[in-house]
């Protein structure tokens, strides 16, 4: 079979149309929850609100305070006999926000992991080794569930004790893994250093998921481990894992928009950004019987992947996390994300790793500064090089955010250093 | 409804019944795997060699060495692509113990985990928190399947963070709970250190399983937590938990019989002890499809308890575990386990924790002593008090384990103590 799910296959047309009825139903089973049956009632919205996609957003916005402020079961649409499950995230402050899911809100959970897998080429003859941390976690049952759905024999290894995760896969000949980026670079270093090809491993697919990781990172887990690396996003606002995944093609995550609603918006003003462009990423549950969440601000920031994928899959692809919304900066009016800094710089291969984004303001009038580390073998004496890769640079970032910052190459080890997470931005604004 | 599965409530005639029926259709599916194949054939076993419940014992028994010899998967008996799910024991020497599920095999698993639960009082409306570990110990998923089928609230919260158990507790209103017994006593005293008292909880019950523990470890968690704390047998060869289960009576635990053959034997000769002697538990499963396993030999000993059990049902009840085969003595011909000494021991309130037990053989003939020491505040000095006291604990040891032995008190504190597991036996037999 082409699909694990005929939705799989669904023309723009026909998600839509799902879409509009799915969110009709999720408007009357979430006025079930006091806080959407205040805000709805408030704003005058009933399911016939909703004619076409785009009328989502006559609907209110719910965050993380919501949620939180709702804990530990307030947002709940069914008796709590129907509730079979409950996932929570660790909550560094304040309550932690949770989750809670009825046998058909797992069962629908369960068949998009499936399908997500099944997309990238597992099969029920393969073994999928589940290398994360179960628990209150999502990422370990979500995948667990998804993969034994799937008809895969799934070994809940869980995460560690590396020399067995490598008898497990040899002994039992895993196709497929599930491995949080960091512990995938882990394993393909330890594979390594004990002197092992990577071709000496049956791994052929790699799962990776609930870290943020750059392109580069895959690259580096693929040849490490000999395998093809599939980035996985999911949030357990919206189930957990299963919400996007990248197709073969490994250009942007294919969005299950039979089962989500995603807008890309302006962090500030919640209006839709062009698309392309980058914003947060805000959805909306569409098959949720138990929780149903309206216009969940991620604080993720992505963009939508504009053209066609080849593999024919019509429902939209987002690009691998850019940052968090809360890292947005507003110069001169525009929207600027560090990320986007980051990214035009490492396409130089003079410049080094460390660089700092300088905000300040001259005569009432923002003024951005980076400065960025040249690398030790490419420093040169002859200013005119240096002013010329200034130049270039300053003018690539041009493009990218639509302010010329003023650019400045220093020398290697110059900046300073940090242990933990380096600070990127000063701004000296008030 | 008074039972979860109808096979709950059967007769004697009906579990026998289905025993045989089972028992010949396993016999079939176990031909599947090579081990079984040749030892049937060896023996000219087939089907019909099953005419009644009594002649399991035609047999061959599988022991944990079988196991290992077939890994990863030689006693599969359906094709891997039926395979769902494996679990393996840490395996401290030699290849790990695998366990291979079909999904037939994970649903009847489950089934029988509902059915524990339910008969103890747990209900769909009931919030059950999993304090156990996951991934390929079986004892969390086990749980995590079984509540969740019978359609409670299923918090994956995982062993440790105690604070962040008493929060989950309270917040969610937690009625039922799956915890280790030491576990559960660390947590009884944590309880008891932040000055909260039991009634502070909403917990009702507490499962305890995984590890063997005494009477007295179960009635100071039920203090402590202020719960009641149920015994629950299990092992990754047949599933995992769900095996055998107290009922309210909390006087041994139910084996499920419709789903494995029961046989208690001496683990010297093989044959069946007598009605409520100890001796070896044997199982043979009866549902299973993707590893049937032929009279495994669990090295666990207990004995049937025989007399009727007051909740009505008719699935036999096996003691607590009284310790692994391995320890089995055998003095003068007669098998005895050092868990029946300590038991007598610690029946009398002079004698302390310490003792030991000495075999020697004088004459040709094995002679039994116990060395005990008594309680500091019960010294006496007078050596007729002594005395009396010696002559009734071997009056009594005699009762249990038909051999006289020679029993000496000795001060508090006399004899050598260890840090680790206590040495509680010396032969210096040849
Ligand atoms: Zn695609
Ligand atoms: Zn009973």
Redesign the pocket.
Known sequence: MLYFDPAEGWSREEIEQAQVARLRATIAQARKAPIYCNRFDEMGITPDSIQSVDDVRKLPVTTKDDLRAQYPDKMNTVPRKDIVRMHASSGTTGSPTVIHYTQSDLDSWSDLVARCLH?VGVRPEHVFQNMTGYGLFTGGLGLHYGAERLGCLTMPSGPGNTKRQFMLMKDFNTYAAHIIPSYALYLGAALRDMGMAPEELPLGIVVTGAEPHTEEARQRIEKLLGVKAYNSYGLSEMNGPGVAF????Q??M?IWEDAFLPEIVDPVTLEPVADGEIGELIMTTLCRTGMPIIRYRTRDLTRFITDE?????Q?R?IDRILGRADDMLIIKGVNIYPMQVERVLMEFSEVGENYVIELERENFIDQLRVKVEIKEEHFVEDMRVLQGLQRKIASRLCSEILITPRVEIVQHNSLPKSEGKAQRVVDKRE
């Open positions: 997309m990248e197709c073969t093609e250009h942007g294919h994928c080849p593999c024919g899959r429902h692809r």
